[in-house]
């Protein structure tokens, strides 16, 4: 971290003058890739509404964390997303439901038992604001090292398994006669959906966690010519709408997760005018 502020310091911006804002610029330097990479599958995977439900999910471990006592509920709501997302790909596999189907019992069902729990007994809601909202200038620098392993892993994932998940998404039949082993493709795919979900859900909020993993894939979606230039601008929509959004958060005094989901937003638009104009 040493490194990284003496980096910032030698900056001429005033934003970078403190430690949070280093800390924060640092987390989205990290988040925007990971978020870019993931879009890319979601987007491809169609699993856009999965990514929201595993986000109430992990709100309902938070819940599960604080009433048990837990200091970092984090953890526990890491868990519980994870057993969320195995049982959903189990019922999936052997279900004739649509998916869209049931990601909407499941999330309906998650939602319901967060609140259940944490208006149990008539507590508080208010403390749950931070997860609901996001704050991410209080990332620290331990938690920003964990966010650097969990990109790490990501994408040594998409580099061992994206044109596996590329053509189970599009033709499932086809994938399973070529060998690939759809079903674990798939589980793995949801579970490391379930821990960057989990993993940032107090930094960038519930509320808004899910546009983040879907517009810079749908936005890379709208001008990409070929499977490369569609993982590449995915990461590169999601880095300037990072750093961008983070600048009109401090400036404005505003959300930083809302400004990127904005900026983010603001993107999709212009490239579907790119991709309208284009054709």
Known sequence: MNIWYTICDAIPLDMLQWDFMKNALLAILIMSPLFGLMSTMIVTG??????????????TGIAIGCMCGIAAPTWVAVIFSVVFSLLFSFIRSRSNHAADTLIGVFSSTAV???IFIATLGGDSFTKYNRYLIGDILSVTGSEIGMLALVLVGVFVFWILSSNRLTLTAIHPQLASSRGIPTGLTQTIFTVSIAVVVTLSISWVGLMILNSLLILPGASARNVAKNLRQ????????ALVAGITGLCLSYFLGASAGAAISLVLALVFAITFLFRKAGR
């Open 230 to 237: 569609y993982h590449v601008f995915s990461v590169l929509f």
């Open 46 to 59: 169609r699993m856009s509404f999965f990514s929201d439900a595993l986000g109430h999910s992990a709100f």
């Open 112 to 114: 319901a038992l967060g």
